[in-house]
Nanobody
Framework: QVQLVESGGGLVQAGGSLRLSCTASGRVISQFAMAWFRQGPGTEREFVAAISWSGTFSYYTESVKGRFTIYRDNAENTLYLQMNSLKPEDTAVYYC????????????????????WGQGTQVTVSS
């Protein structure tokens, strides 16, 4: 079984940057599609970005395109989310998720498609 642990969250001013990490243990993640989701205050959890297990293909929600980058290091069993030009509306608990996949180049966008989740890391962006 894969366990996921997020880190890298914190408090940052608007316009600043953070890099989130999601480290997996228990199994190698090289054949797991992965994603980041977030849940802001009083809102439902929403999709942020997803990446295929090869790392070749990725997809972003519109509000973060051009500001966030999802990437992975399968040798280090770690998923990353580089967040630049942060805005107060990016304030949320960020979760990483994983799904075993037979398709090297496929990513998945729906929360219900991911059976494995981390505990989340808080990101707060002040104005």
């Amino acid at each position: 079984q894969v366990q996921l642990v997020e880190s890298g969250g914190g408090l940052v001013q608007a316009g600043g940057s953070l890099r989130l990490s999601c480290t997996a243990s228990g199994r190698v993640i090289s054949q797991f599609a992965m994603a980041w989701f977030r849940q802001g205050p009083g809102t439902e959890r929403e999709f942020v970005a997803a990446i295929s297990w090869s790392g070749t293909f990725s997809y972003y929600t519109e509000s973060v395109k051009g500001r966030f980058t999802i990437y992975r290091d399968n040798a280090e069993n770690t998923l990353y989310l580089q967040m630049n030009s942060l805005k107060p509306e990016d304030t949320a608990v960020y979760y990483c998720a994983a799904k075993s996949s037979s398709f090297r180049e496929r990513y998945y966008l729906r929360e219900t498609e991911y059976p494995i989740w981390g505990q989340g890391t808080q990101v707060t962006v002040s104005s």
